[in-house]
């Protein structure tokens, strides 16, 4: 099976070596030598600068920019609104997506309910599974009500059968679970480790652009993290999609975070049911917990998904801490955290350099806009001081380390999503704040952090 050409190339410096070593011989680099595939064209041509082109055929053909015509990329629709609107309307021929998330979060099942969906509508669907035997793909089917799909599918790991058989059949969409349990002949390294998962998955991203299939590669986010997992490949693929969720809640979301065909931090709202997954079309209060009173450390803020505004619930617990007090945070930066605690010291006088400080996000979204800032700190202070936020409270806004309060982008739009949901009271930046009065919401517009702290104190 091994290949004497095999060389190992550093993923630092790019130099090789035709052993495998720990440390780089070229810049001495520990752990980054990764195998590669022989070139493919050992009689290589040279040109007239003495270079070796492996692939030198004759010059490639230029085209004038201003003369190619834009047109708009197809797209077949998989039927799954929520999946269509992360993808951006639909699939791309010859369009490569990666989904990646956590083991057991849904990309199994999402990905078959797609398939099917596709395959009734008179695609060609194929899904290759190399986790799971045709028996257990077939028990899923069952499971989500698909007993009669017509989906073809290949229970099949190497990657030279899978593209022979892809050629073969040319579908319109080409699932292949998971990219990390398929290796080729060509190299000696194990399947799922780095050098066989970016060799196989340029194999079947050169097949999709050549052939116009789709292909899906799932992949799974390993513990440690980036090597070997769904990362890298990102730069590879057209699209990278990725789950989120805790797997304690039925909600999932699917995030887009590169769209060579659409827009990206998109996001799709599913909810995992007994039958599958099923779109969320109205998600905006799915991540507030019921409280039947509003308790200290609590606060809504108005988030923005993509274009969707939303409601999650920010909660702080500050309690006394030991010599060295930790800050914990659970969809929420870290970093972020220490900057708005030493913010909030510095120019609103809330003091924490002893206390222990955990922030979460409830239900396993994971915020990233900074437009969060200033629910974070008021849930801080909030459970600092020991006072809930009045019922039917809503804030959002980034701040400054000057303790400035910022605007968020579509502020108008938060609070009227905020509005219909039966919020009453919101805390924005000053710059957010709406011309005209919004029914229902009674609205105030702070400049600086210290104000912001002044109006919760009014409001107790
Ligand atoms: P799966 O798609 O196999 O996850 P992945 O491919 O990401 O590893 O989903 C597995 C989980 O989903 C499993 O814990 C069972 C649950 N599930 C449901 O709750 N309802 C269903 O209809 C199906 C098919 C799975
Ligand atoms: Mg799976």
Known sequence: MAKDKTQYVCSECGGTSPKWLGKCPSCGAWNSLVEQAPAAAPGAAQNRFGNTFAALGGASELAVLAEIEATDVARTATGLEELDRVLGGGIVPGGVTLIGGDPGIGKSTLLLQAA????????????????????????????????RSQVQLMAEIQLE????????????????????TVYSDQLTSAPGSVAQ????AAHLTRFAKASGTAVVLVGHVTKEGALAGPRVLEHMV??????????HSSFRLVRAIKNRFGAVNEIGVFAMTERGLRGVANPSAIFLSQHAQPVPGSVVLVTL?????????????????GPSPRRLSVGLERDRLAM??????????VASMDQDVFVNAVGGVRITEPAA???????????????????????????????EVRPAPRGQERLR????????????????????????????????????????????
């Open 161 to 180: 059968k899978i593209l022979a058989t892809l050629d073969a059949h040319r579908p319109a969409i080409a699932i292949i679970d998971s990219i990390q």
């Open 340 to 349: 708005l605690l030493a913010v909030l010291h510095r120019h609103a006088g």
């Open 417 to 460: 999503e905020a509005a219909k949901l039966g919020f009453s009271v919101a805390l924005v930046p000053k710059a957010n704040a709406p011309k005209k009065p919004i029914e229902g919401l009674t609205i105030h517009a702070v400049d600086r952090v210290d104000e912001a702290m002044a109006v919760v104190r009014q409001l107790d």
């Open 305 to 321: 998904e993509g274009t969707r505004p939303m409601l999650v619930e920010i909660q702080a617990l500050v309690d006394d801490g």
């Open 373 to 403: 800032d200033l629910a974070v700190m008021l849930a801080i202070s909030s459970s600092l001081r020991g006072k809930a936020l009045p019922k039917g409270f809503v804030a959002f806004g980034e701040v400054g380390l000057a303790g």
């Open 238 to 247: 057209d699209t990278v999609l990725y789950f989120e969720g805790d797997t």
């Open 116 to 147: 099917d969906a596709l395959q009734n509508a008179g695609q060609i669907a194929l899904y290759v599974t190399g986790e799971e035997s045709g028996a257990q793909v077939a028990l899923r089917a069952h499971r989500l009500g698909l007993e």
């Open 197 to 200: 998962v970016r060799e196989c």
